[in-house]
C-alpha cells in the first residue's frame, strides 16, 4: 500500500469508520453526523494520520513530524475494547527525528513495520529505513532494523510498505537503477518464513528495462505469494511509463519474478497506479483525476485470472456512483478478504466480490457533500473501513480528528438514506444490450427528475428525462446505436438525491 507525500505543514486526521462509542469516553458529533475523536495530545504539531494500518480489532495511526524541521515522528496502537477504542502501545523512532518515521505503517499477523524514508545511514546519507517489530505476549518488541545495501542517496526506501504471511514489501521509489537511471526506483522482498529466527536478507525486485524517473515502487500491496508494484512518473520519462507490474515468489529460492504488466488501455495518465491492492481474486490499480466539468472521472482497474494458467483477464473498471462528483477516485485503494473500498476526495466506497466481479454494496460520505475532503488513505478489513480526510471548514486542518463506524452500519445507514429519498430506480433490462434497454424508476411523490448516461470516462453521452414528473412508475429507453460496446453508467437525481447504475452494451 501507499502513504502519499503532503506538506508537513499540515495536520489531517483520519476517518475511522468504526463503532457508537469512543476510546477515554470522548464523544463529539459534528455537523456531518460522524462521531469524532481528537488527535493524540502528543501528535499536535505533526501530520496526524500520516499512514494507517489495520488488522483484527487493532489499529495502528502514525503523525509524522516535519522533516525539514527534525521533528520525530510516533506511531499509535489503537486496540478495540468493547465498544471503545483505547490508546494502547507508542512506537517512537529508534533512528533520529526528521526521519519521516510512520510515513508508511503495514501490519499482519504477528508483524509489524513501521518505514522512516528519510533516516540516514551510517555515511550520513537519507536513504531510508524500516523497522520491523514481533508481537510477543501483549507487546510489540522492535526485532530487525532493515536496510538493504548499496541505497543510494535519497533513495527513499521505506516509503511504501506491505506485509502478509510472514512475508513483507518495501518501496524505495527514488533508487536509482542498476545502470544509475536517477530516481528509477527499486522494490525489496524480506521472507521471515524461510530462516525463522534469523534476519531476513533483502530481495531485490526489479523490472528488466527501468525508465529515468518512473519512481518503481511507489506503491506496494502483497498477499500470499504475489505481489503488486507500481511506478509513478516525475518529469520527463526516458522510456516506458505509468506501469504497474505483478510478481510471483518462487518456493525454490524465495525470489520475486515479474509475471504480469498490467497495462491501462488508451492514453496513459500520470496518475495510474497511485495506489494499488491484490486479493485473491483480483490486483486492483487505481487512476485518480481531478474532474473538469464532468468529463475527466477516475476509477479502479480491476485485473483477475491472474492466478489461472488461461492467464490475465480483460480489466474490470470501477467508477464512482456519481460521475458528477467524487473526484480523484481512485486516490487510495485497499482490500481484505472479499471486500474493497476505494477512496476519492468526496467519500469513500465499499464493494463486495460476488459472481466473479466487483460489486459496490455501500458508500460512506457525509451527509451534507463537502462537509469533509478524504486525502487518498483507505484501510479496511471485515469489519471496519478507514479512511483519512480533514472538515473543510475555516480552521479544517487545524482540527483534525478520526471517525468511525462498523462496515455493515456504513451499509445500514446508506440503506436508510435510500428509503429516504422517496424514489427507487431499477436495474437496466435487458443488460447487456444491443442497441436499446428500459430503464425503470419510480416516484413517492411528484418532482424535478434529471436521468442521465455517462460512459466510463464521466462524458455525458444522452438525457433521458430531464423535468417534473408525477408520482409513480417511469420508462425511459436508452438506444446506443450510435456508441461502442462497454460499459455506461446511468445516474438519476431527484431533488438532493442521486443514484446510479451500470449497464452494457455488446454490439
Same mark, same amino acid.
Given at each position: 500500500?501507499?502513504?502519499?507525500?503532503?506538506?508537513?505543514?499540515?495536520?489531517?486526521?483520519?476517518?475511522?469508520?468504526?463503532?457508537?462509542?469512543?476510546?477515554?469516553?470522548?464523544?463529539? @458529533?459534528?455537523?456531518?453526523?460522524?462521531?469524532?475523536?481528537?488527535?493524540?495530545?502528543?501528535?499536535?504539531?505533526?501530520?496526524?494520520?500520516?499512514?494507517?494500518?489495520?488488522?483484527?480489532?487493532?489499529?495502528?495511526?502514525?503523525?509524522?513530524?516535519?522533516?525539514?524541521?527534525?521533528?520525530?515522528?510516533?506511531?499509535?496502537?489503537?486496540?478495540?475494547?468493547?465498544?471503545?477504542?483505547?490508546?494502547?502501545?507508542?512506537?517512537?523512532?529508534?533512528? $533520529?527525528? !526528521?526521519?519521516?518515521?510512520?510515513?508508511?505503517?503495514?501490519?499482519?499477523? $504477528?508483524?509489524?513495520?513501521?518505514?522512516?524514508?528519510?533516516?540516514?545511514?551510517?555515511?550520513?546519507?537519507?536513504?531510508?529505513?524500516?523497522?520491523?517489530?514481533?508481537?510477543?505476549?501483549?507487546?510489540?518488541?522492535?526485532?530487525?532494523?532493515?536496510?538493504?545495501?548499496?541505497?543510494?542517496?535519497?533513495?527513499?526506501?521505506?516509503?511504501?510498505?506491505?506485509?502478509?504471511?510472514?512475508?513483507? @514489501?518495501?518501496?524505495?521509489?527514488?533508487?536509482?537503477?542498476?545502470?544509475?537511471?536517477?530516481?528509477?526506483?527499486?522494490?525489496?522482498?524480506?521472507?521471515?518464513?524461510?530462516?525463522?529466527?534469523?534476519?531476513?536478507?533483502?530481495?531485490?525486485?526489479?523490472?528488466?528495462?527501468?525508465?529515468?524517473? +518512473?519512481?518503481?515502487?511507489?506503491?506496494?500491496?502483497?498477499?500470499?505469494?504475489?505481489?503488486?508494484?507500481?511506478?509513478?512518473?516525475?518529469?520527463?520519462?526516458?522510456?516506458?511509463?505509468?506501469?504497474?507490474?505483478?510478481?510471483?515468489?518462487?518456493?525454490?529460492?524465495?525470489?520475486?519474478?515479474?509475471? =504480469?504488466?498490467?497495462?491501462?488501455?488508451?492514453?496513459?495518465?500520470?496518475?495510474? !497506479?497511485?495506489?494499488?491492492?491484490?486479493?485473491?481474486?483480483?490486483?486492483?490499480?487505481?487512476?485518480?483525476?481531478?474532474?473538469?466539468?464532468?468529463?475527466?472521472?477516475?476509477?479502479?482497474?480491476?485485473?483477475?485470472?491472474?492466478?489461472?494458467?488461461?492467464?490475465?483477464?480483460?480489466?474490470?473498471?470501477?467508477?464512482?456512483?456519481?460521475?458528477?462528483?467524487? &473526484?480523484?477516485? /481512485?486516490?487510495?485503494?485497499?482490500?481484505?478478504?472479499?471486500?474493497?473500498?476505494?477512496?476519492?476526495?468526496?467519500?469513500? +466506497?465499499?464493494?463486495?466480490? #460476488?459472481?466473479?466481479?466487483?460489486?459496490?454494496?455501500?458508500?460512506?460520505?457525509?451527509?451534507?457533500?463537502?462537509?469533509?475532503?478524504?486525502?487518498?488513505?483507505?484501510?479496511?478489513?471485515?469489519?471496519?473501513?478507514?479512511?483519512?480526510?480533514?472538515?473543510?471548514?475555516?480552521?479544517?486542518?487545524?482540527?483534525?480528528?478520526?471517525?468511525?463506524?462498523?462496515?455493515? =452500519?456504513?451499509?445500514?445507514?446508506?440503506?436508510?438514506?435510500? &428509503?429516504?429519498?422517496?424514489?427507487?430506480?431499477?436495474?437496466?433490462?435487458?443488460?447487456?444490450?444491443?442497441?436499446?434497454?428500459?430503464?425503470?424508476?419510480?416516484?413517492?411523490?411528484?418532482?424535478?427528475?434529471?436521468?442521465?448516461?455517462?460512459?466510463?470516462?464521466?462524458?455525458?453521452?444522452?438525457? #433521458?428525462?430531464?423535468?417534473?414528473?408525477?408520482?409513480?412508475?417511469?420508462?425511459?429507453?436508452?438506444?446506443?446505436?450510435?456508441?461502442?460496446? /462497454?460499459?455506461?453508467?446511468?445516474?438519476?437525481?431527484?431533488?438532493?438525491?442521486?443514484?446510479?447504475?451500470?449497464?452494457?452494451?455488446?454490439?
Amino acid at each position: 500500500m501507499l502513504v502519499q507525500d503532503y506538506p508537513s505543514t499540515i495536520t489531517l486526521g483520519i476517518l475511522l469508520l468504526l463503532t457508537p462509542n469512543i476510546a477515554h469516553g470522548q464523544q463529539n @458529533i459534528n455537523s456531518n453526523g460522524l462521531n469524532h475523536i481528537p488527535p493524540h495530545e502528543m501528535a499536535e504539531g505533526k501530520l496526524w494520520g500520516a499512514s494507517i494500518a489495520q488488522m483484527d480489532d487493532t489499529l495502528f495511526i502514525s503523525a509524522t513530524g516535519d522533516v525539514e524541521e527534525g521533528e520525530p515522528g510516533l506511531v499509535w496502537e489503537m486496540v478495540l475494547n468493547g465498544d471503545s477504542w483505547e490508546y494502547g502501545q507508542m512506537f517512537e523512532s529508534p533512528a $533520529s527525528p !526528521g526521519d519521516g518515521f510512520g510515513h508508511a505503517v503495514a501490519v499482519a499477523d $504477528s508483524i509489524l513495520v513501521i518505514g522512516a524514508p528519510f533516516a540516514e545511514n551510517e555515511d550520513g546519507d537519507v536513504t531510508g529505513k524500516v523497522f520491523l517489530y514481533l508481537k510477543e505476549e501483549e507487546d510489540w518488541k522492535l526485532e530487525y532494523e532493515l536496510s538493504p545495501e548499496n541505497l543510494y542517496d535519497g533513495a527513499r526506501f521505506g516509503h511504501s510498505l506491505a506485509a502478509d504471511s510472514g512475508r513483507v @514489501i518495501v518501496g524505495a521509489p527514488d533508487q536509482q537503477g542498476y545502470d544509475e537511471l536517477e530516481n528509477a526506483g527499486s522494490a525489496y522482498g524480506f521472507d521471515l518464513t524461510r530462516n525463522p529466527g534469523e534476519k531476513p536478507e533483502a530481495s531485490n525486485i526489479n523490472v528488466s528495462m527501468p525508465s529515468s524517473n +518512473e519512481h518503481f515502487g511507489h506503491a506496494v500491496d502483497i498477499k500470499g505469494g504475489w505481489a503488486i508494484i507500481s511506478t509513478f512518473e516525475s518529469g520527463m520519462v526516458v522510456g516506458p511509463r505509468n506501469r504497474v507490474f505483478l510478481f510471483d515468489q518462487s518456493e525454490v529460492n524465495g525470489g520475486w519474478y515479474r509475471r =504480469e504488466y498490467l497495462t491501462k488501455s488508451g492514453d496513459n495518465w500520470p496518475q495510474y !497506479g497511485t495506489d494499488v491492492a491484490i486479493s485473491r481474486e483480483s490486483a486492483l490499480v487505481g487512476f485518480p483525476r481531478e474532474q473538469v466539468d464532468g468529463s475527466q472521472v477516475g476509477g479502479v482497474y480491476s485485473f483477475s485470472g491472474f492466478q489461472s494458467s488461461e492467464g490475465i483477464n480483460e480489466p474490470e473498471i470501477l467508477t464512482p456512483a456519481h460521475p458528477q462528483g467524487f &473526484m480523484n477516485y /481512485g486516490s487510495g485503494v485497499a482490500v481484505s478478504s472479499e471486500i474493497l473500498a476505494v477512496s476519492s476526495n468526496d467519500g469513500v +466506497e465499499i464493494y463486495n466480490w #460476488l459472481d466473479n466481479a466487483w460489486s459496490r454494496t455501500a458508500i460512506f460520505e457525509p451527509q451534507i457533500a463537502g462537509e469533509i475532503s478524504f486525502t487518498g488513505r483507505v484501510a479496511v478489513n471485515d469489519h471496519f473501513v478507514v479512511a483519512s480526510g480533514v472538515p473543510n471548514t475555516e480552521d479544517g486542518y487545524n482540527n483534525p480528528g478520526i471517525y468511525w463506524q462498523r462496515l455493515d =452500519e456504513v451499509t445500514s445507514a446508506q440503506k436508510k438514506r435510500q &428509503m429516504t429519498t422517496g424514489f427507487e430506480l431499477e436495474k437496466a433490462y435487458p443488460n447487456p444490450f444491443n442497441p436499446t434497454t428500459v430503464i425503470q424508476y419510480s416516484l413517492s411523490n411528484a418532482d424535478y427528475v434529471r436521468l442521465e448516461v455517462f460512459d466510463l470516462l464521466g462524458r455525458k453521452v444522452d438525457i #433521458l428525462a430531464d423535468g417534473i414528473k408525477p408520482a409513480g412508475e417511469h420508462t425511459a429507453v436508452f438506444n446506443g446505436t450510435q456508441l461502442t460496446s /462497454g460499459v455506461y453508467i446511468y445516474t438519476i437525481k431527484v431533488g438532493n438525491s442521486i443514484m446510479t447504475e451500470k449497464m452494457t452494451m455488446i454490439k
